[in-house]
């Protein structure tokens, strides 16, 4: 919540630091000397090992935390400029007292560093709990800060942020509705009130009235006559506008008849602030109530429900225009034969006392009269008679008449008792005495202006006779008469008197019937337009009393008076209204009997010293003549002037300028209409100033009330500005608005509305318009009642906007979901946070909540009425906060509070800042007496500002909270009433804050073995060990151990352990940790020994001690507090208790060597609930006043008990011996300074239980317990991880392994290559065979095949021979056949199957390079394999092509006998003939017709290899299908056509030298080469494919032995069947760098066989006659349709 500038909270400067674990506040010193230490010290018990495999576990897992700390949440006060980052803190008071110890030394070490920490972040917010709903600060002279009242009257309080004053109780039945204040040089003044109130206190009000600052009551001259609306102070003019249901002020009503009715204000009035005056209106007030005021630059607007002005001719005074009696014809009946007393006249115009010559008096005994004839026509409104005292004469009673019909006449006066105006027609009273005595004419204005005279007739007399001493006579309106001998009294004492002057031949007229005497003007007929004529003139000056609206009339005397009819023309009237406005009228005067005509009608001033408004008549120029007259004539009697209404159009707003000043009015009214009005009937109820955050920021009113516009489309609200009404957005809001106030850049409205008017927004009674980007916003879900003032709230800062009404909730939003917040008739919005927040404490529906915030002079000051049981400065339910700015601050957010338990009860009763170490994020938990709204009971935890369960109930009254690292122990009064619930309350209850459970332990019990009686009164730590202390009323621990009154638990083993063995009889109250000492407060009772409260138990004797002076405490000690002594460490404390003899409560303190009893005074009634030690610098001169800074606190003997420069702050019930309650207070110089005060919601003083900082947590010794989910976890990592390690050292392994099989075979490889090629380059066939013999032979066919596989197609792509290596072929190392790569011809490196030398590389090139297969489209389905790819079924094209390669090899090897010298040889070795797939039965007929001819599975199914192990399994189901595509023979059959016969002897030779063929077939196969070889170069010329050179060869001509089917015309070679497929040229080279793909260079034609795939197609790549077909994958985007230019080739190349 926003707070103001006020510096009243004290603690705050106590000065305790926030610790850094939510915020960036720095941590002082003293926390590090800090006895407990600075850090939570934990022991892990867990082994290195566990520690790595956890490690491990999180990594595999890629978990960021298996066990997250406990977050609790920062505390958040609403309104507040920064969240409070609070630290955690123990409960105890020693613990608080220890630390301002320390801070104060730390604070008095740098006095000029103290004042500039102000302003730091290292100052923490104190927390106070208690049994109170409301608290409040004493004000500085005050007798009460939160105060208990009496609901059964009304009370009027002053708030300001941390304080509540009552400023006066009133009688039930009135109520204040408005307020305003006065400021005097930036000082408060004076508030004034209104509302429907009669009496304050003593004093009797009327309706309005005044209070300053010492309490003393302005009654505003009695007020006014009605209940007022509405109060708007003026500052700079110290004028007061009232507004209201009133008539008139009382003032007015009570002086006199003569200005009773001038005096009326029609719910309008002004009161002048400095001077204690009614300030009178040019005008007579409005028709209609006003409900508010809006001062907007330099004038106020008044708005309510009202249509006109009341200024007619009924309000005025009667006593401003005097007749002159001196020109009456003045008679006198039975008049006196007194000598000096006959004469009538001689109580005209005298100013001398009653004696002869002065006084009229009448015949002894007999009654009379009094006659007053008027020269003139007249209407009288008002005599004034003062009676005479001569002798013991005077005149009793009278009664007037009308002269000449004698007619009664109806007189009015004021009763001087009851100041009443009472109505008399036969006798009017006249009082005895020398004062004036007025009686006002009441009968209609008919019968008054029908009148020649008055008769005053005495009917009754005192003494001898009656008589006067004086008489006047005055008339309602304003006159003026041409003849100037009868305008005004010559005894009037009015500065400015009516007066005529004539200039011209204008002469005195009498008629005979007419009754008077007038001006005539005659000039013939022809000479009216002369000079004379025209400038015969006659000028009347009226004396206009005041500033109006007039109509103006002329008396014309008839023309049938003086038989002038015919002569009568027209007169020109000119009015000269003020000094730049004049108006001009032409009257005729043709009328035959007497009139009085309107000529003329306006605003005209009061007349002045400086300016008067003049009639100027003359005769008018042209006029209506009649044609017979030869003269003309005009006449001048007088003219009247009577006051009409101003304006008829207000319709609810009115402007009044700010300076009331007469000079001013010269130039026009100081009061007028909106130039442009709201429409007809209007009624507004609200109005404030703003501004639009627009290109036109000027000052703008704003108006809401019950009107609309449907052609300019604006409900209920709308603003003025540029002289004319404006529409807000949304076309304002559906239903009445009835408060209005503008904060920054918003507006905010309140009222009876449900939306928008356009219905496209809810709004529920309040809303928020912008005027920024011109929109409205709700505030959450509005109320559920009508608001009826909204007002900014100062105390609160200029956030803050209070708003009242009939409504009992508030729909609010606590950030998940709507909340529905039960208030009474009060609700606070924070205008920056957007919500709505807490309020001041009022234990009442509010009449009236006011703050003028947006003065620049005024103090943090509201005012609050209403009836009231309870007020305060800020409603806090238990649980408040003192901020480092000094200021009282609500803990929760609204409509989250602690509520009172099912019971009724209500007390918070211990509290702390809970934090496991320094490194969490503090949680604020409070105990006692409660409930939660979520369901919690008696605990409760701060989340996000909302009040919430914590962890489990506890059924039973929380008294002590602290907290060990992550457990917290609750300790209180156990629960007896149902103890079969498992989770009764015991009396203590330990809660693991990490794992959100309890932490169970055995529980306590009572000597009997239940819970009767048990409590847990205190929970203390020992710093730096595993040790809780609990003491409090009980017997047993865990059922059976002896533990009374006092038990140690340890935390890590869950045990209860017994403190000695003690001499305690009865509970302990408190306990005490000082050093190593703990200080235990209970009874202890040794054998005979006298009773002793106070003992000690010494860990490092492990043995309890008495305390020396112990003994003279008298009675038990219920509270013990660390006693700094402004030292870092002490061995003080100080002892409170209660005295056994007189229950009153006793303090001691006990100095490191014994107890002493210092001087202190305080009430018998009190409770004490706490004692500190506070640094006299840190608390504010306005609390405790400018005395002498040193403590005078003292024992009995003289010597000082508190360090110097040191106060003591108790906390509890306080009765101090100035008769104040309160509930904090500071004792220094041996006198009392109240602080702070508590109430209760039934109005009696509540009192604070606890009072904690926030301070780093103690230093505890605990072990972690992995839980058992956690092992679990932990256990299946670390089963993944060992299994995932196995893995990786198996693929490690088999990677490994192949790698060293794959150098292997790649260097075999490369041997056999170099053999081969040496052999061909270097050693001729003959030499070969001479050198090495058979084997030499075998290496010379070896040699010689070699070359023609170089030659005639064996070349792989760009650096496959690279990868062969020099492997010697000849030596028979073994290379699989799966080391040909499929589809480079490159040797990989595969595991051995036990071909040797280059062989497989051979197979793979005679398949791949010069021969084509076939395949039966009939028959391929039985053998496709849709798991295969491709580049599979090439494989085995060339593995089927291998097989009859080596079938063929040994039929030729048989038939030639080349073979028989060593049949092992080839049978090792056979190449395969030719064989024909058409069906099943066709495999079968070969093979029984060529039984030899059955090949050897060259396929291992035991190999690793995958294509191999499928292979051999295809050769297991049958006959092996060779890799299409095939094309049909002449058989109609399909086949794997073989190499033609070119290539056969080479192909054979080397496959028999590879083989291991003896020396003879060697031989013989390496001539066959040889003569293959001569055959091709022969024909090399001629030859163009392969294809050619075997369609070329006839059968005859084939040698013997050779097969015909290799070389069948019917064949088509294979690069020709390639023409079926779409050609595509390579745009770009492409690297295949994986199994499958297909390499090329750019320019390369490429043979598409499958598109369907848009990103990889598969094709065929021709490298020329000399070099193998390669068939893989290759990227789409590589290729083109279109070959490449002529001039890309140069490119290309």
Same mark, same amino acid.
């Given at each position: 919540m926003v707070r103001s500038r006020s510096r009243v909270g004290a603690w705050t400067r106590i000065e305790t630091t926030t610790a850094p674990a939510a915020s960036s506040s720095r941590m002082p010193s003293a926390y590090a000397r800090s006895a407990h230490g600075s850090h939570t010290r934990t022991a892990t018990w867990s082994c290195t090992w566990l520690r790595y495999v956890a490690v491990l576990a999180f990594v595999l897992l890629a978990t960021p935390s298996l066990a997250a700390e406990p977050t609790g949440s920062a505390l958040s006060a609403p309104l507040s400029g920064t969240n409070v980052d609070p630290t955690p803190v123990p409960e105890s008071n020693g613990e608080l007292g220890e630390l301002l110890g320390r801070i104060a030394e730390n604070n008095e070490e740098d006095s000029s560093e103290e004042s500039a920490s102000d302003s730091d972040d290292n100052e923490g917010s104190i927390g106070i709990v208690g049994a109170f709903n409301g608290v409040s600060s004493f004000s500085p002279g005050s007798n009460g800060a939160a105060l208990g009242l009496d609901s059964n009257s009304m009370s009027l309080l002053s708030l300001t942020e941390n304080s509540a004053t009552l400023l006066a109780a009133a009688s039930a039945s009135g109520q204040v509705t408005a307020a305003c204040t006065i400021y005097d040089s930036g000082s408060f003044k004076k508030v004034f009130m209104g509302g429907s109130i009669s009496m304050l206190n003593t004093t009797t009000v009327g309706y309005v009235f005044g209070v300053d600052a010492s309490g003393n009551i302005d009654s505003m001259l009695g007020g006014v006559n009605g209940p007022v609306n509405a109060l708007y102070c003026d500052n700079e003019t110290q004028l007061v506008y009232v507004g209201g249901n009133f008539t008139s002020t009382v003032n007015g009503l009570t002086s006199n008849v003569a200005t009773m009715r001038s005096t009326s204000t029609g719910s309008l009035a002004i009161y002048e602030a400095t001077g204690g005056a009614w300030r009178p209106f040019s005008f007579r007030g409005l028709n209609g109530p006003v409900f508010d005021f809006a001062k907007v630059s330099k004038n106020v607007y008044a708005v309510g429900a009202f249509t006109s002005t009341v200024d007619n001719a009924t309000h005025t005074a009667l006593n401003e225009q005097p007749m002159d009696l001196s020109a009456c014809t003045i008679t006198g009946g039975n008049n006196a034969e007194i000598q000096g007393f006959s004469d009538p006249h001689n109580i005209i115009c005298t100013q001398n006392?009653?004696?002869?010559?002065?006084?009229?008096?009448?015949?002894?005994?007999?009654?009379?009269?009094?006659?007053?004839?008027?020269?003139?026509?007249?209407?009288?409104?008002?005599?004034?008679?003062?009676?005479?005292?001569?002798?013991?004469?005077?005149?009793?009673?009278?009664?007037?008449?009308?002269?000449?019909?004698?007619?009664?006449?109806?007189?009015?006066?004021?009763?001087?008792?009851?100041?009443?105006?009472?109505?008399?027609?036969?006798?009017?009273?006249?009082?005895?005495?020398?004062?004036?005595?007025?009686?006002?004419?009441?009968?209609?204005?008919?019968?008054?202006?029908?009148? #020649?005279?008055?008769? +005053?007739?005495? =009917?009754?007399?005192? /003494?001898?006779?009656?008589?006067?001493?004086? $008489?006047?006579?005055? @008339?309602?309106?304003?006159?003026?008469?041409?003849?100037?001998?009868?305008?005004?009294?010559?005894?009037?004492?009015?500065?400015?008197?009516?007066?005529?002057?004539?200039?011209?031949?204008?002469?005195?007229?009498?008629?005979?019937?007419?009754?008077?005497?007038?001006?005539?003007?005659?000039?013939?007929?022809?000479?009216?337009?002369?000079?004379?004529?025209?400038?015969? #003139?006659?000028?009347? +000056?009226?004396? =206009?009393?005041?500033? /109006?609206?007039?109509?103006?009339?002329?008396? $014309?005397?008839?023309? @049938?008076?003086?038989?002038?009819?015919l002569q009568r023309t027209s007169a020109k009237v000119t009015w000269l209204m003020n000094g730049k406005r004049s108006v001009v009228t032409t009257v005729a005067q043709h009328n035959l009997n007497d009139e009085e005509i309107p000529v003329l009608s306006g605003y005209m001033p009061a007349s002045s010293m400086n300016f008067s408004s003049a009639i100027y008549v003359q005769l008018a120029n042209e006029g209506d003549v009649d044609p017979q007259a030869t003269s003309v004539e005009v006449v001048v009697d007088s003219f009247r002037l009577e006051r009409i209404t101003s304006y008829t159009d207000l319709n609810g707003v009115i402007e009044l300028y700010e300076d009331l000043n007469s000079d001013l009015q010269v130039n026009g009214p100081l009061y007028a209409p909106l130039k442009e009005g709201l429409p007809a009937s209007s009624a507004v109820y609200a109005a404030t100033h703003g501004t639009f955050n627009d290109t036109n920021p000027e000052d703008t009113l704003f108006l809401g009330g019950q009107f609309l516009d449907t052609d300019k489309n604006y409900y209920s609200i709308a603003c003025y500005r540029d002289e004319k009404i404006t529409a807000l957005a949304n076309a304002g809001v559906w239903g009445d608005v009835r408060a209005l106030t503008f904060i920054g850049s918003s507006l905010y409205a309140g009222g009876s509305f449900n939306g928008t008017a356009d219905f496209s927004l809810a709004l529920n009674n309040v809303g928020e318009y912008n005027t920024t980007d011109q929109r409205w916003y709700p505030l959450v879900g509005g109320t559920n009642g009508v608001v009826n003032g909204v007002v900014p709230y100062a105390p609160f800062g200029s956030r803050a906007v209070a708003f009242t009404g009939d409504f009992t909730v508030v729909n609010g939003d606590d950030g998940t979901s709507p909340v529905e917040i039960g208030v009474n008739g009060l609700a606070m919005w924070d205008t920056l946070a957007g919500g709505w927040t807490n309020t001041p404490y009022l234990e009442g529906k509010p009449s009236l909540v006011y703050s003028d915030a947006r003065s620049d002079d005024h103090d943090s000051v509201a005012f609050a009425a209403g009836n009231f049981n309870a007020a305060a400065a800020l409603k806090a339910n238990g649980a408040v906060l003192l901020t480092p700015s000094e200021n009282i601050q609500a803990i929760n957010m609204m409509g989250f509070d602690l509520q009172p338990s099912d019971s009724g009860s209500f007390v918070v009763n211990s509290g702390l800042w809970y934090a496991k170490n320094n490194g969490t994020t503090p949680m604020l938990v409070v105990g006692g007496q409660f409930r939660t709204l979520d369901g919690g009971i008696n605990i409760a935890k701060l989340d996000d500002g909302k009040w919430k369960r914590l962890v489990t109930d506890i059924n039973g009254e929380v008294l002590t909270i602290n907290n060990a690292a992550n457990l917290l122990f609750v300790g209180g009064v156990a629960n007896v009433t149902d103890t079969s619930d498992q989770k009764a309350f015991k009396g203590l209850k330990v809660l693991d804050m990490d794992r959100d459970r309890v932490f169970e332990t055995p529980s306590l019990k009572s000597s009997e073995g239940d819970l009767v009686g048990v409590r847990v009164n205190k929970v203390a730590i020992r710093a730096d060990t595993s040790m809780v202390v609990v003491g409090g009323n009980f017997t047993l621990a865990g059922g059976?151990?002896?533990?009374?009154?006092?038990?140690?638990?340890?935390?890590?083993?869950?045990?209860?352990?017994?403190?000695?063995?003690?001499?305690?009889?009865?509970?302990?109250?408190?306990?005490?940790?000082?050093?190593?000492?703990?200080?235990?407060?209970?009874?202890?009772?040794?054998?005979?020994?006298?009773?002793?409260?106070?003992?000690?138990?010494?860990?490092?004797?492990?043995?309890?001690?008495?305390?020396?002076?112990?003994?003279?405490?008298?009675?038990?000690?219920?509270?013990?507090?660390?006693?700094?002594?402004?030292?870092?460490?002490?061995?003080?404390?100080?002892?409170?208790?209660?005295?056994?003899?007189?229950?009153?409560?006793?303090?001691?303190?006990?100095?490191?060597?014994?107890?002493?009893?210092?001087?202190?005074?305080?009430?018998?009634?009190?409770?004490?609930?706490?004692?500190?030690?506070?640094?006299?610098?840190?608390?504010?001169?306005?609390?405790?006043?400018?005395?002498?800074?040193?403590?005078?606190?003292?024992?009995?003997?003289?010597?000082?008990?508190?360090?110097?420069?040191?106060?003591?702050?108790?906390?509890?019930?306080?009765?101090?011996?100035?008769?104040?309650?309160?509930?904090?207070?500071?004792?220094?110089?041996?006198?009392?300074?109240?602080?702070?005060?508590?109430?209760?919601?039934?109005?009696?003083?509540?009192?604070?239980?606890?009072?904690?900082?926030?301070?780093?947590?103690?230093?505890?010794?605990?072990?972690?317990?992995?839980?058992?989910?956690?092992?679990?976890?932990?256990?299946?990592?670390?089963?993944?991880?060992?299994?995932?390690?196995?893995?990786?050292?198996?693929?490690?392994?088999?990677?490994?392994?192949?790698?060293?099989?794959?150098?292997?075979?790649a260097s075999a490889a490369s041997a056999a290559l170099a053999a081969t090629t040496a052999g061909t380059t270097k050693v001729p066939l003959g030499a070969t065979a001479t050198m090495l013999g058979t084997g030499a032979a075998a290496a010379a066919a070896t040699a010689a095949g070699t070359r023609n596989l170089q030659s005639d197609g064996f070349r792989g792509t760009a650096g496959a021979r690279e990868t062969w290596g020099n492997v010697n072929a000849v030596t028979g190392e073994p290379v699989s056949f799966d080391n040909i790569a499929p589809s480079t011809g490159r040797l990989n490196s595969g595991t051995p199957v036990g071909l040797a030398g280059l062989a497989a590389a051979g197979r793979k090139a005679a398949v791949s390079s010069d021969t084509y297969v076939q395949q039966d489209m009939d028959k391929k389905a039985n053998y496709d394999d849709t798991n295969e790819s491709l580049d599979s079924i090439f494989k085995s094209a060339a593995a089927e092509a291998e097989a009859e390669a080596e079938s063929e090899a040994r039929e030729r090897a048989t038939s030639t006998g080349s073979m028989g010298s060593d049949p092992g040889a080839v049978g090792a070795y056979a190449m395969p003939t030719p064989r024909h797939y058409t069906s099943q039965q066709h495999d079968a007929r070969d093979r029984s017709e060529s039984p030899d001819h059955s090949r050897t599975s060259m396929y291992r199914t035991d190999s690793t290899n995958p294509f191999e192990q499928r292979m051999a399994l295809r050769e297991s189901q049958g006959a092996f299908p060779p890799a299409g595509p095939f094309a049909d023979g002449d058989d109609g059959v399909g086949h794997i056509p073989m190499p033609s016969p070119r290539h056969m002897h080479s192909e054979h030779a080397a496959a028999a030298a590879l083989a291991g063929a003896s020396g003879a077939a060697a031989a013989g196969l390496g001539a066959m080469a040889a003569k293959d070889a001569r055959r091709r170069s022969e024909s090399a010329s001629t030859r163009n494919t392969d294809a050619d050179y075997s369609a070329s060869q006839s059968p005859s001509s084939r040698p013997s032995g050779e097969s015909s089917v290799g070389g069948s015309s019917a064949h088509l070679p294979i690069r020709d069947s390639l023409k079926q497929y779409p050609v595509f040229y390579a745009k770009f080279t492409f690297s295949s760098r994986e199994t499958g793909e297909l390499g090329f260079r750019a320019g390369e034609r490429v043979f598409v066989i499958d598109q369907s795939d848009e990103i990889w197609w598969m094709g065929i790549v021709d490298h020329g006659s000399d070099q193998p077909l390669e068939q893989g994958v290759f990227p789409a985007t590589y290729v083109s349709s279109e070959p490449p230019k002529s001039n890309d080739w140069s490119e290309l190349m």
């Open positions: 006392a009653d004696s002869a010559g002065n006084t009229w008096l009448m015949r002894d005994k007999l009654p009379g009269y009094y006659r007053i004839d008027f020269p003139f026509k007249a209407t009288p409104s008002l005599l004034r008679l003062m009676n005479t005292l001569y002798e013991g004469r005077g005149t009793k009673a009278i009664r007037l008449e009308a002269a000449p019909n004698n007619q009664a006449l109806t007189m009015s006066y004021l009763d001087p008792e009851t100041h009443v105006e009472m109505f008399c027609t036969q006798s009017c009273p006249l009082p005895q005495d020398y004062n004036w005595h007025e009686f006002r004419f009441v009968d209609n204005a008919d019968v008054l202006a029908n009148i #020649t005279g008055i008769i +005053v007739n005495i =009917v009754d007399w005192y /003494g001898m006779g009656g008589g006067f001493n004086k $008489i006047e006579l005055y @008339q309602r309106d304003a006159s003026v008469h041409a003849i100037d001998e009868y305008n005004a009294s010559p005894c009037s004492s009015q500065a400015i008197r009516p007066s005529s002057q004539v200039s011209g031949n204008w002469k005195p007229t009498t008629a005979a019937s007419y009754h008077g005497s007038y001006l005539t003007f005659s000039v013939n007929s022809n000479d009216i337009a002369s000079a004379e004529a025209q400038s015969a #003139t006659v000028t009347l +000056v009226p004396f =206009v009393p005041e500033s /109006g609206f007039y109509q103006v009339y002329m008396s $014309i005397p008839g023309c @049938q008076n003086t038989n002038t009819c059976m151990l002896s533990c009374p009154y006092i038990c140690t638990l340890d935390i890590n083993e869950a045990q209860w352990s017994p403190l000695g063995s003690n001499t305690l009889i009865d509970q302990v109250t408190d306990l005490l940790f000082v050093r190593d000492r703990l200080i235990v407060a209970g009874t202890f009772k040794n054998g005979t020994e006298p009773t002793k409260y106070l003992r000690e138990f010494d860990f490092g004797l492990n043995a309890w001690a008495d305390i020396d002076g112990a003994d003279k405490l008298p009675g038990p000690v219920t509270v013990l507090t660390a006693a700094s002594d402004g030292q870092e460490t002490t061995d003080g404390f100080y002892i409170t208790g209660v005295s056994m003899k007189d229950a009153s409560p006793y303090f001691y303190k006990y100095d490191g060597s014994t107890v002493t009893a210092p001087k202190f005074t305080i009430g018998s009634q009190s409770t004490i609930n706490g004692i500190l030690e506070v640094p006299r610098s840190r608390i504010p001169d306005s609390v405790l006043g400018t005395g002498n800074s040193s403590s005078s606190l003292t024992r009995r003997d003289s010597e000082p008990v508190i360090p110097d420069n040191y106060v003591l702050a108790v906390s509890g019930d306080l009765y101090l011996p100035s008769g104040l309650r309160a509930s904090n207070a500071f004792f220094y110089n041996d006198k009392w300074a109240p602080f702070l005060s508590t109430i209760q919601d039934n109005g009696s003083p509540g009192y604070i239980s606890s009072v904690f900082f926030e301070i780093p947590p103690t230093n505890v010794y605990q072990r972690h317990r992995l839980s058992v989910a956690l092992v679990i976890i932990i256990a299946i990592a670390i089963a993944l991880g060992i299994t995932f390690l196995i893995v990786l050292v198996g693929l490690v392994y088999i990677y490994l392994r192949n790698r060293r099989e794959a150098a292997a075979t």
